[in-house]
């Protein structure tokens, strides 16, 4: 399938890069054409305006950074819309404003062009290795119709439900992890400024049923380490864990982070 991408940055040359592993051929267009390089040198063709991408492909994808870029592509001058023909449909995968979304799907619609907010979830590592969720929202048939599209991108594309769905699905995700985030922080501080070492704090969590470690012969913190695979980020200070040892987490699990965390007010 002739496929447009616009927006490759940090997630969408990831994405891109996929698609172009998949067999897909590539029009692509970025603020700067030197992102666009290593895609013109293995195929891809280069437009110049999203209008151009538009006119010259079966489906478009974006990932752009903010709602206001999401909303120019699409509707501003030389924007898809202008070069959509009937039928064909547009998924936008940044993290967007639901109004937004809604507006343009709308726009859309007036003219038999089809909008589904497509949010991902996985981070650059995820845009690279295909190892990524894509939440989405809008036509379901469109969906199906580009399902094997998306899943060159990402192996957990799901459909959530009407235009806005997949945007409100990935910031309820968003707003999770930030306070989940925030509630590990309490807690650890509350359990170090009580007097146990943050590590030993860390592996004995992370053995219970709340960390999801599964239970083995040994200490908690030796039980912890040897069902976990993520390396620690240490530094020349923290003396307690030997560089074959792993701690598991979104943050680093060094003692020096930990004790940090710890002498707040």
Not at 44 to 55: D, G, H, I, R, T
Request: charged share 15%; with cysteine; proline share 4%.
């Amino acid at each position: 399938m002739r496929v447009g991408f616009i927006g490759l940055g940090m997630m969408g040359k990831g994405m891109a890069a996929n698609l172009q592993k998949a067999g897909h051929e590539l029009v692509v267009h970025d603020l700067s054409r030197a992102a666009a390089e290593p895609f013109l040198a293995k195929g891809a063709l280069w437009a110049n305006s999203p209008k151009q991408v538009a006119e010259q492909t079966e489906v478009v994808f974006t990932s752009l950074p903010v709602p206001a870029d999401v909303e120019q592509v699409a509707l501003g001058a030389n924007g898809l819309i202008e070069g959509m023909r009937p039928d064909t449909a547009f998924f936008d995968m940044s993290t967007n404003s639901v109004a937004t979304v809604r507006k343009i799907h709308a726009a859309f619609a007036e003219k038999n062009l089809y909008m589904l907010d497509a949010p991902v979830s996985g981070g650059p590592s995820g845009a690279a290795s295909g190892k990524m969720a894509i939440w989405v929202g809008g036509d379901e048939q469109q969906f199906n119709r580009h399902k094997l599209v998306l899943d060159a991108m990402g192996d957990q594309a799901a459909y959530i439900g009407p235009i806005g769905a997949g945007s409100i699905a990935k910031l309820v995700h968003n707003c999770t992890s930030a306070v989940l985030g925030a509630a590990l922080a309490e807690v650890f501080t509350m359990g170090v400024k009580a007097g146990v070492d943050p590590v030993d704090l860390w592996a004995a969590v992370r053995q219970g049923a709340t960390g999801g470690c599964a239970p083995s012969t040994g200490s908690a913190t030796s039980s912890c380490r040897a069902n976990t695979t993520r390396p620690i980020s240490r530094c020349a200070c923290c003396t307690k864990m030997s560089g074959s040892q792993s701690v598991s987490g979104a943050r680093s699990a060094c003692r020096c982070a930990w004790r940090t965390w710890s002498m707040r007010n």
